[in-house]
């Protein structure tokens, strides 16, 4: 069984840096996708990142230049180095799989705003940013 686990959430002033992870477990990890996406109340889920299964990435405008995505294909794990932290970033963070074969033939821009595109979920990590 797929298993998505979150952990690093926590509180920052703005300005701080969290690191967050996701442990996988339950299937081949190389030939996945993988993504951060993140919720904030009363709002759509969006996309953060994604990195490809040669590590690839993307990432939405409003966090390119202070969040990192990458992969540790060893150790099955997933992470988001989070920079200049703004109180904007304050949301629940989840981590996403989905299959190389449907992911690899959509535009980046259709990854990011599609959130059904993605085949399994963590059950999320929560940051929040004062000002």
């Known amino acids: 069984q797929v298993q998505l686990v979150e952990s690093g959430g926590g509180s920052v002033q703005a300005g701080g840096s969290l690191r967050l992870s996701c442990a996988m477990s339950?299937?081949?990890?190389?030939?996945?996708?993988m993504a951060w996406f993140r919720q904030a109340p009363g709002k759509p889920r969006e996309g953060v990142a994604t990195?490809?299964?040669?590590?690839?990435?993307n990432y939405a405008d409003s966090v390119r230049g202070r969040f990192t995505i990458s992969r540790d294909n060893a150790k099955d794990t997933l992470y988001l180095q989070m920079n200049s932290l703004k109180p904007e970033d304050t949301a629940v963070y989840y981590c996403?799989?989905?299959?190389?074969?449907?992911?690899?033939?959509?535009?980046?821009?259709?990854?990011?705003?599609?959130?059904?595109?993605?085949?399994?979920w963590g059950l999320g990590t929560q940051v929040a940013v004062s000002s």
């Open positions: 990195i490809n299964a040669d590590s690839g990435t």
């Open positions: 339950g299937y081949t990890y190389r030939n996945y996708f």
């Open positions: 996403a799989a989905g299959p190389n074969s449907r992911l690899a033939a959509m535009t980046t821009s259709a990854r990011m705003m599609f959130p059904r595109a993605w085949d399994y």
